[in-house]
Nanobody, 121 residues
Framework: QVQLVESGGGLVQPGGSLRLSCAAS????????MGWYRQAPGKQREFVAG???????NYADSVKGRFTISRDNAKNTVHLQMTSLKPEDTAVYYC???????????????WGQGTQVTVSS
């Protein structure tokens, strides 16, 4: 009864920037940890960035210093600001969140459908 919807993906040149957004909707009581993962063709899905409910963040080594994750608890959203993009960043990016639903009351591990990011000249 809850959904995560990503937006902001697209085609960008190397060195460019993109800002991904993910909005949660439904009968939400609260949201715990949130994060971004990505999957390139022929590769396993990998962790990119995470942010806890209290605001603590962590990043994959490959994106440290280039990506920034943030959240707005009042709006049930999480964002990923990506700068200095490289061709290696090309992948489908997925939003993830641990959601406590209000009705029925339960905790679910939710995933969005993904948004394509392509870095190419």
């Amino acid at each position: 009864q809850v959904q995560l919807v990503e937006s902001g993906g697209g085609l960008v040149q190397p060195g460019g920037s993109l800002r991904l957004s993910c909005a949660a909707s439904g009968t939400i009581l609260s949201i715990g940890d949130m994060g971004w993962y990505r999957q390139a063709p022929g590769k396993q899905r990998e962790f990119v960035a995470g942010i806890a409910g209290g605001g603590n963040t962590n990043y994959a080594d490959s994106v440290k210093g280039r990506f920034t994750i943030s959240r707005d608890n009042a709006k049930n959203t999480v964002h990923l600001q990506m700068t200095s993009l490289k061709p290696e960043d090309t992948a489908v990016y997925y939003c993830n969140a641990i959601i406590r639903t209000a009705w029925p009351v339960r905790t679910v591990d939710s995933w969005g459908q993904g948004t394509q990011v392509t870095v190419s000249s």
